[in-house]
């Protein structure tokens, strides 16, 4: 049993708004299990936007977040099941810190996807905290969220990329704002037209308040840069 105390303090450490710590374990060979419980009572259905308090079914399982300095973190999460009155049907409640069906909270998702740009996936990988399949995934759920924003006061775009799985030739292209060192696109090929068509989508706007442009890869994108970027 963890006391009140020792709770109190394990959810401020732990510093996710929505739940709280209800126990822990620590074991050696593995790292510290934080079990946690949501801390609203009610959830809002997505379908009509109603507040549903109506509780349908618990759901725990167990996902990846930072480690707490060498010791892996492991989270037991209650994503629960309300049952909407209006609709009739049970949804399952969302959280700001971890996505449905993924096996890891957000900002472990972040710190890897920093970690892969200075690094490559096999190498960060190879830490053993999260497996390649889930580094992709991380990837394609960044890419398709910040896809869906233009970049905002872009003064210098780098251009890198990143190297999938082993052996299969496979390259994303990542574009960063060199002055946040923050990725603000990252796309499934490093093909010129993949690249082009994104800057395109940026408009006028964007691509002129680019001052500078850092490129770590083949001459094509130069050309490309030259042309969209004068
Ligand atoms: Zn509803």
Same mark, same amino acid.
Request: hydrophobic share 15%; proline share 0%.
């Given at each position: 049993m963890t006391n009140k105390k020792d709770i109190k303090i394990l959810s401020q450490i732990l510093d996710i708004d929505e739940v709280k710590v209800i126990s822990h374990s620590i074991y050696n060979e593995i790292g510290i299990i934080l079990r946690t419980e949501p801390i609203k009572l009610y959830s809002v259905c997505p379908s009509c936007g109603t507040e549903s308090h109506k509780l349908h079914q618990n759901h725990r399982h167990i996902i990846k977040d930072l480690p707490f300095g060498e010791k892996p973190i492991f989270l037991e999460i209650n994503r629960r099941q309300f049952k909407c009155r209006i609709c009739k049907k049970p949804f399952s409640e969302e959280f700001e810190f971890a996505r449905k069906? $993924?096996?890891?909270t957000n900002r472990l998702a972040n710190k890897i996807i920093q970690e892969v740009l200075e690094n490559d996936i096999h190498s960060v990988a190879s830490k053993g905290i999260v497996t390649t399949e889930e580094i992709e995934r991380m990837l394609k759920d960044a890419s398709e969220k910040l896809n869906l924003t233009k970049p905002k006061n872009l003064k210098r775009l780098g251009i890198d990329e990143i190297a999938l $799985?082993?052996?299969? =030739?496979n390259y994303c292209a990542v574009l960063i704002d060199l002055d946040t060192s923050k990725p603000i696109a990252i796309l499934n090929a490093r093909t010129q037209g993949v690249i082009e068509e994104v800057l395109i989508s940026w408009g006028v706007e964007v691509l002129e308040q680019i001052k500078e442009v850092s490129i770590?890869?083949?001459? =094509?994108y130069k050309i490309l840069v030259i042309e969209l970027m004068p």
């Open positions: 069906k $993924r096996t890891y $799985r082993k052996g299969k =030739g770590d890869l083949w001459q =094509g």
